[in-house]
């Protein structure tokens, strides 16, 4: 039985799929670039991610700071971004709402991102396009039967396990159970990092998806809420606008309570390849906007330290740690 599309989503057109064709011929290169034994590495860790950006964001400077300590660093980005919002106007011709082409072009972004964290090791969950941006939560693009919000859990946890499986991480990040912030695509990338980290070193799970292997850890994105306090303070100083139109750092409804983040790893020597990487998102990072006015001020310490909740794997000695491989 075949679910009918519903009717203010539009079905897929010719130029769409010579977009995810154009989009697979751009990312066949990166991937034949990845020549390694997995097992050659002491240290591999497997970051899941919604949308290109998304990475940098929220872990650029811990990825820069593993692989440059030469850790194999793996990036699993679920979708293309194919929903953002275009901050550059010679580009808005892209636009979902356009000739849709968006994903394509991020394609480009997150590959420049890419060399400038050091990361050599990037896929696209299922194949570059085999999900779609679903956007901010509510929206029409939600309910596309190729939206990652609507993906087959079974069938994209058995694609990350397959990828689990072959690079055989010890340390597993993706983002908590609200996805951070509330995006349908981050929700969705946690239950399918959380089970496919469950079922990866199960041979009676997806038996034909290679060797099983089961991480160490797990851990979950943190942003603590006393950082979200502080960066709000600089801000007004600073004379930016407070993000998200909020007049005061109480209203934000996200935010890690500072108890429940278990680890801080300290990347402010990496701070410049993350900066550096925030720069090849044009199309969804303002140059001039409130990341940079940040960058060399309180940003030594928003940006350069990130958090993390361990949420699977043994629990830290006082319950703090400084390093995702402790205890590995």
């Known amino acids: 039985m075949t679910t ?38 002491p240290h591999r860790l497997l970051l899941v991610h919604a949308h290109p950006d998304d990475e940098t964001i929220g872990t650029g400077a811990t990825m820069a700071k593993y692989a440059a300590e030469g850790a194999l660093v793996t990036l699993v980005t679920c979708t293309l971004g194919e929903e953002g919002e275009i901050l550059v ?29 050091g990361v050599t090791d990037h896929r696209f969950l299922g194949g570059p396009g085999r999900w779609r941006d679903s956007g901010m939560m509510g929206l029409a ?19 990350l396990v397959r990828v689990m499986r072959e690079v055989r ?3 597993v990040v993706t983002y908590d159970d609200n996805g951070g912030y509330g995006h349908p695509d981050h929700i969705q990338a946690h239950r399918v990092a959380v089970e496919a980290f469950d079922a990866a070193g199960d041979p009676s799970r997806y038996p034909d998806a290679g060797e099983p292997w ?37 209203e934000l409804d996200f935010g890690t ?14 701070l410049d390849a993350k900066i550096a990487a925030m720069r090849a998102y044009p199309t969804q ?15 030594q310490g928003a940006f350069g330290v990130e958090y993390y909740r361990l949420v699977r ?16």
């Open 169 to 171: 991480p010890q340390v």
């Open 285 to 299: 990072i303002a140059v001039d906007g409130q990341f940079f006015a940040l960058s060399n001020d309180i940003g």
């Open 89 to 117: 106007p010679e580009l808005e011709h892209l636009a979902a709402d356009r000739e849709d082409r968006l994903g394509e072009h991020r394609i480009t972004e997150i590959a420049a991102a890419m060399r400038e964290l």
């Open 214 to 250: 089961q991480p160490s850890k797990l851990y979950e994105t943190a942003l603590p809420v006393s950082v979200l306090h502080l960066a709000y303070e600089r801000l007004k100083e600073l004379g930016e606008d407070a993000p998200f139109g909020i007049t005061s750092p109480e």
């Open 4 to 41: 009918a599309e519903p009717a203010d989503v539009p079905a897929a057109t010719t130029v769409e799929q010579e977009v995810l064709d154009d989009a697979a011929a751009a990312v066949e290169p990166m991937e034949q670039l990845v020549d390694m034994t997995p097992l050659d590495h």
């Open 257 to 270: 309570p500072d108890e429940l983040v278990t680890t801080a790893v300290d990347a402010r020597d990496h």
């Open 141 to 159: 693009s939600n309910d596309r039967p190729d939206a990652f919000w609507q993906a087959d859990l079974d069938e994209a946890v058995g694609e």
């Open 313 to 328: 794997g043994e629990p830290p000695a006082g319950g703090h740690e400084d390093d995702l491989f402790a205890n590995v």
